[in-house]
């Protein structure tokens, strides 16, 4: 495992996006840019791939620790910090409404009327039993095996 591993491996880990990882960085005076980190995270197999070297990854991490934990003077709980990190995803926030107007958003089940079936009309639910199997068949789609 080199360190172009171990780099990527925490960045997913703690959910961070390159402009953060510059941030963390700059924590410690070393200077980064985007176009760079982007190459650490391709392909071993990329024409534009380079190997992160120690000093690179040692930065990282003692950026990673001001980060996380904060200063003396200004200590942080790391738990709030990787929190921080999370996206929000769509699947927690309830979707919005759409107005158009003074109208107000229409509520699907006030649309339906009471007593009539939720599927389409016409429409037949299947039956809850298979029926049985008298013999299998095998298909022969024209290709020899």
């Known amino acids: 495992m080199n ?7 925490l960045r997913v880990a703690l959910q961070l996006r390159d402009d953060q990882i510059v941030e963390i960085m700059e924590l410690v005076n070393f200077r980064i840019s985007k176009a760079e980190l982007g190459a650490f995270f391709r392909n071993a197999d990329h024409p534009n791939y380079m190997e992160c070297g120690d000093q690179v ?4 991490l003692n950026g990673l620790v001001i980060h996380l934990r904060g ?3 200004n200590p942080k709980n790391p738990l709030e ?4 990190h999370k996206p929000t995803t769509p699947a ?3 979707p ?3 107005t158009f107007g003074d ?3 229409v509520q699907k089940s006030a649309q339906r009327p009471a007593g009539k079936p939720t599927g389409k ?3 037949k639910k299947k039956p809850d039993a298979k029926p049985e199997i008298v013999e299998k068949v095998k298909f022969n789609n024209g290709k020899k095996k």
């Open 121 to 123: 009309p016409g429409f």
């Open 103 to 105: 109208k107000k958003p």
């Open 92 to 94: 927690t926030e309830k």
């Open 57 to 60: 990854l040692r930065n990282f």
């Open 81 to 84: 910090v990787i929190k921080s």
């Open 96 to 98: 919005k409404a759409k």
């Open 3 to 9: 360190n172009n591993d171990i780099f990527k491996k």
């Open 71 to 73: 200063t003396k003077e």
